[in-house]
Each structure stands twice: as C-alpha cells, then as structure tokens.
C-alpha cells in the first residue's frame, strides 16, 4: 500500500485520467449533459519553437483545442486544452505565429487523442464491436469514427510495410461482392487476396493481405504487379475458384507457381450441375416448375447431401426416385456429384487423387446423350486438369478465404453498406488482416 497523504485535487485527477501520457494536466472540470468536459493546460517546458525557424518566440495569445480521449467510467470524454501561441521574432523567418506542440496530445489535425485512435481500433478489430457502438461511447458521428478507424489503419498498414508480405507462400484469390449499388465501382465486386500460408502448414488462420476492385484477371494481375520480386517469387501456391481470368494473372505472373482450383468450388460446381439436372427433368416429365409433392422437387436437399449422412428414410426416398426410368439422367449425374465428394473425403491423398483422376477421365471419354450437365462439367475439369488434382499434392484450399469472405460480409453489414471501396477496404484488413495493433 502506498502511504496515505493528502494530495491536491489536480494531482489525483491526472492521476486517474493518466494525462502524463496526454502531455497535459486538469485545471477544471464540467459535466456537460452525457459527455464529461475536462480543462487542460498543456505541460511545457517554457516557450514553443518555431517549427519553420526553431527559434524560441514570443507569447501572443492562448487558443482551445477540443479533442475527444478515451471514456471515463462509460461517458464520453472530451478535453479543452489551452494551447499558447507565439510570434516568431526571429528576423528572417517569415512565419509570423505558431501554436505550441502538441503532438503528445494528438496527430495534427486530428479530433481525438492518440491513445483515443488506439481505443477505438481495438474496438473495433478485437471486441468486434460497431463503428456506431463506438461512436456512441465517444459521443462523436459514424462517419468522425470510422474516419478515425480508417486513418489509424492506414498509419498501421504503413508502419508494418513490406513486412507485412514477408513469407507469403500460398495464397488463396477469391471474389466478394462488397456493394450492392450497381454504379461506378463496376459490378460492385472486389478481389480478395488471402495469405494461407499457415493454413497449409496447419500453424493458424488465413489472413486477408489486400482487396482490390473488380473480378478480372487484370484486378489480380495488377495487385502481383506492385508487389516486390521477392514476394512473387516466394509464392509457390496459388489457389483459387474456376474462374478463368485469377488462372491466367496467376501463371502469368507467377509462372512458377502451382495453381491449385479449391474443393469447395469444384463441389460446388458438382452441386450447381446436379441441381440444373434435376430441374431440366422435372421439367421434361411432368411439364413445370418443381413444386411440393413432385418426386425430384421433395429429394433436391437430399440430393445434395452426402451418402454417408442420410438417413435410412432419404436413402429410401432416394431409390423410389432412382427407380423411376425417367429419373435415370438424375442418378447418374448424382453418382458423379458424390463421387466427387468421396475422392476429396478420402483420408488417403494418393487414393483420393485416383478416385477423381478417374471421374475427369470418364466425363472426358463419353458422356452419352442426354446428361448435357455432365458433359459441361467434364469440359471444365478436363480443362482444369492439373489444378484440381494439384489439390491432393498441395492442400490449399479457399476454404479459410470463404470464412475471410464471410466476415466481411458481416462488417459490410454493420456499417450499412459502405459508400467507399477505399474505407472499405481498409476497414476489411483492420478486421482480418491480422495487423499489430
Ligand atoms: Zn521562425
């Protein structure tokens, strides 16, 4: 315990607001409605130095300078600090005034203090919290935060540098939909450049490196582009969706590079065929749009499902549809579907590679008549051949970038639809950038 003694007032009060790191101390105090309102003189060690000439000036006037700090037991802070000016004196210096220096207290021009900025990001990067919860504990606008929020980023983006993308191995390319104004931004889509470099090495979570607008193979060839030698260079593994223009920036700009198509998307594309089929029959048989007690419309989620996981009563349903001759282009084109699935669940890597070497393969040799959806599907993964098996050699998946993808999709949520692809990418790499706050 420390001794008790009977310190004055304005020492307890900087004591508890910690203004040393501010650079200032308390004159006076004032609840304001919500917000608590503190006087502050900044602490000098005499007269402030012209910064044009760094000679020493004379006293002029004092001015107030309000910036918002850090809440103080769940109310808004803000701080009115008397700030002096000066004249130069100095003969051949054409400044005529100067304020004092404040740049303990906070950045020039800025509203809030410096250690306000740092609250504030970890507000939002670590308790997840809104730009308007945030901008409700300040007392400050949306837009006052999340130009703070967006400002601080970009000092921290800047001061991790090059760094940032030192050890880059694998990334993953994917494309998120960011606006759903149909305007300027073209489509409203952006490119999203992951790092799964500790994914594949089963050492963390993947982390966002950069967004940029568009969904073109120039919108990843440029961002390669600006990056250094060194960086292209350590990049061994790309992977990415079916897209065909990330294939052609990656082996442009990475011609060493192994392109890897992911998974997820190759299911996914699986998925989309079965399901064309399936309604391109119904269609066929009984003349409409699948509605409830049509045999193929009641089996479409269990289609879709995995062998492995239905139920003795799907499995039933299943063969009553399949028994149906009709039905015939659905079974096949399911089979394939979960064929696809199996190889890729294979815990054994080479087993798993065979097992879809044999599914292209097939696709490629004959698709008879009639099963349209699979002979597409059998173009596009003879076309992408070597970068949907190169998955069973390298393990890179998008995977993690769809769960990128989905954050951010929760964060242009919050903030209502950002109007700034700038602000918003920014935002997006204080959420998921992993950056040193
Ligand atoms: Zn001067």
Redesign the pocket.
């Known amino acids: 315990m420390p001794q008790l003694t009977s310190p004055p007032a304005q020492v307890v009060a900087d004591t508890i607001i910690r203004t040393v790191e501010l650079g200032v101390r308390i004159v006076d105090a004032a609840l304001a409605g919500e917000t608590t309102v503190l006087w502050c003189d900044l602490i000098t060690e005499g007269p402030g130095r012209?910064p044009?000439?760094n000679?020493t000036g004379a006293y002029r006037d004092s001015v107030e300078r309000r910036v918002t700090d850090v809440p103080v037991v769940g109310h808004p802070l803000e701080l009115r600090v008397r700030l002096p000016r000066y004249r130069?004196v100095?003969d051949g210096?054409d400044?005529e005034v100067f304020a004092h220096d404040t740049s303990r207290l906070a950045r020039p021009g800025w509203s809030t203090t410096r250690r306000c900025a740092g609250f504030v990001l970890r507000r939002l990067a670590v308790d997840k919290a809104t730009v308007s919860a945030v901008a409700r504990e300040l007392g400050r606008s949306w837009d006052t935060v999340n130009g703070i929020a967006v400002a601080a980023t970009r000092e921290l983006l800047l001061n991790a540098g090059p760094a940032r993308l030192e050890g880059v191995g694998v990334i993953g390319v994917d494309e998120h939909k960011w606006s759903h104004v149909l305007g300027r931004d073209a489509d409203g889509f952006v490119t999203v450049i992951t790092d799964l470099t500790a994914v594949v090495a089963g050492q963390g979570p993947a982390r966002l490196l950069d967004m940029v607008p568009g969904r073109s193979a120039a919108a990843m060839a440029g961002w390669l582009a600006e990056r250094s030698p060194e960086f292209r260079a350590a990049v061994e593994i790309v992977a990415m969706d079916g897209f065909g223009g990330y294939k052609n920036a990656a082996t442009t700009a990475l011609p060493d590079a192994v392109t890897v198509m992911d998974p997820f998307h190759v299911v996914a594309l699986a998925g989309a065929k079965l399901d064309l089929c399936r309604q391109r029959v119904q269609q066929d048989t009984l003349g409409h749009r699948g509605r409830s007690g049509d045999p193929l419309y009641r089996v479409r989620r269990t289609l879709r499902t995995r062998t492995e996981l239905l139920t003795s009563r799907q499995k039933n349903r299943l063969e009553v549809v399949f028994a149906a001759e009709e039905h015939v282009a659905v079974e096949v084109t399911w089979r394939i579907y979960q064929q696809i699935i199996a190889a890729y669940a294979d815990d054994d890597r080479q087993r798993g590679k065979t097992l879809l070497t044999r599914v292209i393969d097939t696709l490629r040799a004959a698709v008879p008549a009639g099963l349209e959806e699979l002979a597409t599907l059998g173009r596009t993964l003879h076309r992408r051949r070597d970068d949907v098996l190169a998955y069973f050699t390298h393990r890179a998946s998008n995977g993690p970038t769809e769960a990128i993808n989905g954050r951010l999709e929760a964060l242009r949520r919050n903030a209502l639809g950002f109007r700034n692809l700038i602000n918003y990418r920014i935002r997006s790499l204080l959420h998921c950038g992993s950056l040193a706050l």
């Open positions: 012209c044009n000439c000679l130069c100095h210096c400044r």
